[in-house]
């Protein structure tokens, strides 16, 4: 089994956390020990996993490995940084610390870490800073992939994370270095461990119940446990969304899968909701507060319609913008149809083995 859709589902839910994290209200709604932001750490599991169980047993090469890494990263996340550098050269004001600085541009585009005007090592697209862990993680991967063994794979990538992080430890670096060689990348190898072993595990109705009560503890180990620094994060968010990951997974392979069109859409608008939602929930509550209909509508009505405008804009921006792009960018380079990742096929689209 290569597609899971319990997996999208959990993207639906890492995507959703991580915009309470921008919400205002959302500790006056929620408690103050919601901790939304660890949505990018399951999303980081997510994508170890993933990129494991999608190359396993297949003939791809490194080139054609980032060539479907790049057509499903780029189009958006290039459209958004250039909408906020246009935004930034316009109206400086709106942004802060990020400048209409071409070689800050080039860099956001290119994946190429470095350091703000702040002191933060955030892109053009601030939320983008995850996908530099991405492209990392990615360019690794491929060159993993002349190994054949999924083990070998595994333990090469592992290998060189394991070497970064040495380094962070061993010698002193600015805020790039430091970037580079924290614990975090830790949540990549969790989820390659994930894919290699949820094949192996047992299976059986009795087993049912037993994964189901790990993907909630762990769920709320991420989410509402005790905060983790970005140093710590990579152990102590890593590890309870390791199993949650291998949990949702072992449970799909037992039968039980998420069978909803409406919760796998959720997970298919999820990388569209996690680049645009602040700029929506900005804009929303600015608005809300000027109109005075946030203060007559209450906290909870406010933070209810702000999680749904940010998803409405987000399913828009997939079908309006993201699925033509994809479609069109796969017509023009050959008309090979490149198929979707595991756990990021549509409801009513054919779903397969990719990577």
Do not use: C
Not at 33 to 59: A, K, P
Not at 141 to 154: E, S
Request: charged share 10%; aromatic share 12%.
């Amino acid at each position: 089994m290569t597609v899971f859709n319990n997996i999208q589902v959990l993207r639906a839910i890492a995507a959703l956390m991580v915009v309470i994290v921008h919400i205002t209200n959302a500790p006056q709604v929620l408690g103050p020990d919601v901790h939304g932001l660890y949505g990018v750490d399951l999303f980081f599991v997510i994508s170890g996993f993933v990129m494991m169980v999608s190359t396993m047993n297949r003939s791809l090469t490194p080139w054609q490995f980032m060539e479907k890494r790049l057509i499903r990263i780029v189009p958006l996340y290039w459209a958004a940084t250039l909408g906020v550098f246009l935004i930034a050269l316009l109206a400086p004001a709106l942004v802060k610390a990020t400048r209409p600085d071409l070689v800050e541009l080039a860099k956001s585009l290119l994946f190429i870490a470095f350091e703000k005007s702040n002191g933060q090592v955030k892109p053009v697209l601030f939320q983008g800073w995850t996908l530099n862990f991405e492209m990392l993680f990615y360019v690794l991967f491929a060159a993993a992939m002349v190994l054949k063994r999924p083990w070998a794979r595994f333990g090469a990538v592992t290998a060189f994370l394991m070497v970064l992080i040495a380094a962070g430890r061993l010698f002193t670096g600015g805020p790039v270095f430091q970037f580079y060689t924290g614990l975090i990348t830790l949540e990549f190898v969790f989820g390659m461990l994930a894919g290699l072993i949820v094949a192996h595990l047992p299976q059986g109705p009795a087993w049912r119940p037993f994964a189901l009560a790990v993907v909630v503890v762990g769920l709320y180990l991420v989410f509402h446990g005790a905060y983790a620094s970005f140093e710590e994060r990579g152990i102590f968010i890593g590890i309870p969304a390791f199993f949650v990951i291998l949990a949702a997974a072992w449970l799909e392979r037992m039968g039980w899968a998420v069978r909803s069109p409406f919760l796998l859409l959720l997970g298919a608008t999820s990388y569209a909701l996690y680049l645009s939602h602040p700029f929506v929930v900005i804009a929303m509550e600015k608005l809300a507060a000027a109109s005075g209909v946030g203060p007559a509508i209450g906290p909870v009505a406010l933070f209810a319609l702000l999680v749904v405008a940010a998803q409405v804009v987000a399913w828009l921006i997939h079908r309006l913008y993201e699925q033509p792009a994809d479609r069109l960018i796969k017509r023009r380079i050959g008309g090979v149809a490149l198929r979707r990742d595991p756990a990021q096929v549509p409801p009513g689209e054919p779903a397969s083995e990719t990577a």
